[in-house]
């Protein structure tokens, strides 16, 4: 029973960590500034269009 769970731990945990490692293989990253979002929030309220991202919400990590 608990080889089991065990087994089943680890086949979660190696599934979990080949994803994180593809995920960060990209190219680009979230934005800083709108927080991935691809706007930020004014002052009263409205949606403003990001001007790092231009409304992309990521950016080159080349940058």
């Given at each position: 029973?608990?080889?089991?769970?065990?087994?089943?731990?680890?086949?979660?945990?190696?599934?979990?960590?080949?994803?994180?490692?593809?995920?960060?293989?990209?190219?680009?990253?979230?934005?800083?500034?709108?927080?991935g979002r691809?706007?930020?929030?004014?002052?009263?309220?409205?949606?403003?269009?990001?001007?790092?991202?231009?409304g992309a919400?990521?950016?080159?990590?080349?940058?």
């Amino acid at each position: 029973m608990i080889f089991r769970i065990l087994l089943i731990v680890l086949v979660i945990g190696g599934i979990y960590l080949f994803v994180k490692n593809m995920l960060g293989t990209t190219d680009f990253k979230k934005c800083g500034k709108c927080d991935g979002r691809g706007y930020w929030i004014a002052m009263r309220g409205e949606r403003d269009k990001c001007d790092v991202c231009k409304g992309a919400g990521k950016v080159s990590r080349k940058i």
